[in-house]
């Protein structure tokens, strides 16, 4: 709990958010990938033709954002979907030799931004960052989904 002369747990993770972004955005050579849209592609090589529904729960985007970021990387050729055989009303997905092109060139730009935010914290300090911030995302998403 704060009090009203403490910075807001609320606005700073929005602003983290914000400078991530703006890091990614910089250091990407295709200005048409965001950070979401390299974490579905990434979430998708990770997997075997993942559904709709893994990645949704892999990425923790929600399904109506997830819904679009997928028909936009299906637009620009990167992402390619069919119906499920087992389940005609899902989508299995893979990566089109495009998409595997984009995310291999996105990677730096991750991995640059990733260590450009840790940058501000001592190596001690970043590994109880990243585990408070997996417990809070860990912690809220299981009482959001009425775990």
């Given amino acids: 709990m704060s009090d009203a ?13 914000q400078c991530a972004d703006e890091v990614f955005a910089s250091h990407i050579s295709d200005s048409q990938m965001t950070p979401r849209q390299f ?4 979430a998708i090589a990770d997997s075997t033709e993942p ?3 893994t990645l949704v ?29 087992h389940d005609a009303r899902m989508y299995a997905v893979r ?10 060139q996105a990677q730096p730009a991750a991995q640059t931004t990733e260590q450009r935010l840790l940058s501000a914290l001592q190596p001690k300090e ?19 989904r009425g775990g």
């Fill in 126 to 144: 970043r590994e109880v960052f990243l585990g408070t911030l997996a417990k809070i995302v860990n912690v809220t998403g299981d009482a959001e």
């Fill in 57 to 85: 729960q892999a990425t923790g985007i929600d399904r109506s954002t997830l819904t679009d970021i997928m028909r936009r990387l299906v637009k620009r050729g990167l992402v390619a979907r069919k119906r499920t055989r």
């Fill in 51 to 53: 559904s709709q529904t």
């Fill in 5 to 17: 002369s403490s910075p807001s747990a609320l606005h700073l993770l929005h602003r983290a958010g």
């Fill in 95 to 104: 990566l089109t030799e495009r998409g595997n092109a984009a995310l291999k």
């Fill in 39 to 42: 974490a579905v592609l990434k």
